[in-house]
């Protein structure tokens, strides 16, 4: 996962303008923004960090760490301004700072145990900056110096601020104030001669120096391809030079002999993670006898030796392999063709006899001859390898005493911290026992406790940065008045006395007792940008010429009548409806208060408020008191009842609500005794339901034979629900089961409203309804036209089943899903458990089911309350049976 740090210059200087009519500032804006959609095309982006940094003092400069995310990220570089000085190598220091704040809590660096190439957290710093002199509070620098004292814990270990997988690319901005009329060359980037392009050399990176938009796109692809997982090492020839080529003949120091270049570190494909086994030598013959270890370089100096050797790798013995990125190097060997042999590389004073040490690898040429290898293998490979190599072949993994003398021999010469490496890959062979398990790794206790204390420094180090990154400087109070010391002020000195006098032909009065401290704690008061000046106060303020325009200006500020200001609304309080609505005039009242409000919506202007509305059971709007006594539409007088209107169940209805049927004020007095007869009726109906439910549940229901139930349901539909002549029908739904029988009852609550329409209309109170024909009954009409509602009783029964089976399915799908979900709250279960209908036998099976259910998702606690469940309704039905028989 590559770190992208940017470090943005946010100096004054940054704010001149290129001949594009933007800012410097402007253009790294842009460059950041386009950088990141030509890395969005890679895939392998999706793991990239992106931090930000500019040229404030720490921890202000921090404007997005390891913490903040991409929006934050994009938000703090919208808002970065261009104020301050060059300070870019404090900067810098701040950056490097960040970046190896977590690696002692991980251990990436390893320190004096050798260096891992797989242990890596890759990083790039891309600066962008103006190049102009590099300025601070102490004055005008020619060269870029880093601070020395960080409060970085453990950096005294590393010699350089920087680690081997961080590199620093700078793009310095050239781009001239007029557009150049020469035609720009067709070459490369050019290396920029700021003082930040040694900084980037020494890191493994370079800088460019961008004169145009298309040279800064050009530079912008490619850092994307310089992001590689991978680390920096400096490679030098030791020993005399190879055989000179055939017509190639060359003395002297050449570019190959010396090259500082990176060695790609390639993830695993599985794993996404690179996977080493053999470290790089450390620099030094680990004591254990020494408080202290000595300071490592960021990168480790690597030798190789131009005397051809034959590699040599054996089958189960595992190396690590690097490629080398192109350098005069990599060239020179490819020129030789000889991929069959390779040159050894050293690390000096890595043994501990020997000032250049002992090889732990070899440089070779690939096959196709396209590319140069690092091959690491185990330090003193050609002593160690041809005694595994015996192992395996002669010995069959049963070493003699001989063979075990040279092999501890062996070990007497490799860097105590290769043991662990080597125990795994002999574990790899199959000869786990070589190695006893109480040997050293070479560090004494006192680095081990010093390295354990830095970890818990840099850990609390880290989440102190972490709490200060994103907040804001304080601003200053002021500019502190400084005594310089025993200095004579201005004022009293003689030269200026006497040139004072030569001008104005009069000595200056001073004042005879003058104390120098006397505004030593002074402060000179800041301007503060946020208050506007009061231009209307003093009109001896105004110039001559500006007067007419500032009249104007006076007059628009008394009227506020100016037309565009209206208009002129920021962007960001363009869609603030509610405090326009709020600062708007009071309207006037409604000439008639009883007509319906309408919303003040952006959408239907003549929709109207619906909170005064009320839908009882057939679908009518039945409007509460505004709209008492309006009299039917003469439309619906027709024969025939107008146009059908389709019915559907009141959400007040369903399954588990509580019901309170709508309360319409009667129009007269007279009529209570109606109203009155009416409810009496809706009582005994409910009550009557209630029965019903009450002997559902108590009996089962037998679809085979006739029962009591069905004799019930009809009788009741015969007598409540049928008029005399049989036509007129109340109530459209057909009863089956308790939650419809209670609908149908509950559904009669219409008849006092509808008996209060034909009362309006005229009609008498006791008397028989009106033939659907009359003009009483045009409210009655609109649900009449439905078929009749005389059902046999095994239709009945076979239409009671149905409903049933459906009602039953919903409940098996919602406590279905409440098994499913975690946790032990199993009270809406049974909640709708007690909601099952049908028979005995129905209401057995479903549970079984829903105990299968539950045994698939091993819920043991929820199987024991539902077999409680199932014995409880089996000694009920037992019971019940009991009394029948009595």
Not at 20 to 25: F, N, Q, W
Not at 72 to 91: P, V
Not at 328 to 348: A, G
Not at 617 to 633: H, I, Q, Y
Request: hydrophobic share 35%.
């Amino acid at each position: 996962m590559p770190v992208l740090l940017f470090l943005i210059d946010t100096s004054a200087s940054m704010n001149q303008r290129t001949h594009l009519g933007i800012t410097y500032l402007d253009i790294a804006k842009g460059a950041i923004e386009t950088f990141m959609k030509l890395r969005g095309r890679d895939p392998a982006s999706r793991g990239d960090r992106y931090m930000l940094v500019n040229y404030e003092d720490v921890p202000f400069g921090i404007k997005a760490g390891w913490k903040e995310s991409h929006a934050t990220f994009m938000t703090e570089l919208r808002n970065l301004q261009a104020t301050g000085l060059t300070t870019i190598g404090q900067s810098l220091r701040t950056a490097f700072d960040l970046l190896n704040l977590n690696r002692l809590v991980t251990g990436i660096d390893n320190y004096g145990q050798g260096r891992n190439p797989f242990f890596l957290e890759p990083a790039i710093i891309i600066a962008i900056t103006d190049g102009n002199k590099l300025t601070s509070s102490g004055g005008v620098q020619d060269e870029l110096h880093l601070p020395l004292t960080t409060p970085l814990p453990g950096s005294e270990l590393t010699k350089e601020p920087f680690r081997w997988d961080q590199r620093l690319f700078a793009l310095v901005l050239r781009i001239p104030g007029n557009a150049s009329v020469e035609p720009e060359p067709l070459v490369g980037v050019p290396l920029d001669d700021s003082p930040i392009t040694p900084m980037c050399e020494v890191t493994g990176g370079r800088s460019y120096s961008v004169f145009s938009q298309r040279m800064l796109n050009q530079c912008l692809e490619s850092l994307v391809q310089k992001i590689q997982s991978g680390v920096v090492i400096n490679f030098e020839k030791t020993g005399p030079d190879p055989p000179p080529l055939e017509g190639k003949m060359k003395s002297g120091l050449q570019p190959w002999h010396c090259c500082h270049k990176l060695i790609y570190v390639r993830p695993n494909l599985k794993t996404g993670v690179p996977i080493g086994h053999w470290p790089i030598p450390e620099a030094f013959w680990p004591d254990q006898n020494s408080p202290t270890l000595p300071p490592r370089s960021a990168h480790p100096h690597v030798r190789f030796s131009c005397l051809d050797a034959e590699p040599m790798v054996i089958d189960k013995v595992p190396f690590d392999k690097y490629e080398l990125e192109p350098s005069p190097l990599t060239q020179y060997i490819l020129e030789r063709k000889s991929p069959h042999t390779c040159w050894q590389v050293f690390v000096c004073n890595s043994a501990k006899y020997s000032d250049l040490g002992q090889p732990f690898g070899y440089l070779k040429a690939s096959t196709a001859l396209n590319c140069v290898n690092l091959f690491v293998m185990p330090y003193n490979y050609p002593v160690l390898l041809p005694l595994l190599d015996d192992l395996i072949k002669v010995h069959k993994f049963k070493p003699t005493l001989k063979w075990r003398q040279s092999f501890e021999n062996y070990l007497k010469t490799m860097p105590p911290y290769y043991i662990g490496a080597l125990r795994k890959a002999l574990r790899i062979m199959g000869a786990p026992n070589l190695l006893a398990d109480n040997m050293e790794y070479g560090l004494s206790y006192s680095v081990v406790s010093y390295l354990k204390k830095l970890s818990q420094q840099t850990k609390m180090e880290y989440d102190r940065l972490i709490a200060t990154i994103g907040k804001k400087p304080t601003p200053e109070a002021g500019i502190k008045v400084r005594w310089r010391g025993s200095s004579i002020p201005l004022a009293h000195r003689r030269d200026f006395i006497q040139q004072l006098q030569s001008l104005t032909g009069e000595a200056p009065t001073l004042p005879m007792e003058l104390n120098p401290k006397e505004f030593q704690g002074f402060h000179l008061a800041l301007l503060n940008k946020g208050l506007k000046p009061q231009s209307f106060r003093n009109p001896y303020d105004i110039p001559r010429s500006h007067l007419l325009d500032q009249l104007s200006r006076m007059r628009r500020n008394l009227f506020n009548t100016t037309v565009y200001q209206l208009h002129s609304v920021p962007i960001a309080q363009m869609g603030n409806y509610q405090d326009f609505l709020k600062a708007a005039p009071q309207p006037l009242r409604d000439a008639d208060p009883e007509q319906p409000k309408r919303l003040h919506t952006f959408g239907n202007p003549f929709k109207l408020d619906k909170k005064g509305m009320m839908i009882d059971e057939a679908d009518e709007f039945v409007t509460s008191p505004l709209n008492k006594g309006k009299r039917p539409a003469e439309g619906n007088n027709m024969p025939g009842g107008g146009p059908k209107r389709r019915r559907c169940m009141s959400p007040l209805l369903r399954l588990g609500r509580a019901y309170t049927p709508p309360v319409s004020p009667s129009s007269s007095p007279q009529h209570s005794a109606g109203e009155i007869t009416c409810q009496l009726c809706h009582l005994i109906t409910e009550g009557l339901a209630l029965l019903l439910i009450v002997l559902w549940l108590s009996s089962p229901l037998d679809m085979d034979n006739e029962s009591p139930i069905t004799e019930i349901i009809i009788n009741h539909l015969n007598q409540n629900h049928y008029n005399s002549d049989g036509n007129f029908d109340l109530d459209v739904h057909h009863p089956s089961g308790p939650a419809e029988l209670l609908e149908n009852n509950m559904a009669t609550a219409t008849y006092p409203q509808n008996l209060q329409h034909i009362e309006e209309n005229g009609q008498p109170q006791g008397g028989e309804p009106s033939p659907p024909g009359s003009k009483g009954m045009a409210d009655m009409v609109l649900i009449e036209d439905q078929p009749p509602r005389y059902l046999s009783p095994t239709a009945l029964k076979k239409h009671i089943h149905s409903e049933t089976t459906k009602v039953n399915n919903e409940l098996r799908a919602l406590i279905t899903k409440e098994i499913r979900k975690p946790g032990r709250h199993y009270e809406k279960i049974f909640l709708l458990l007690k909601q099952i209908q049908g028979t005995l036998e129905t209401r057995l099976i479903f549970l079984q089911n829903i105990i299968k259910e539950a045994a698939r998702f091993k819920k043991r606690v929820l199987i024991e309350q539902l077999e409680n469940f199932l014995e409880e309704i089996h000694n009920r039905s037992n019971n019940i049976n009991h009394v029948d028989i009595i």
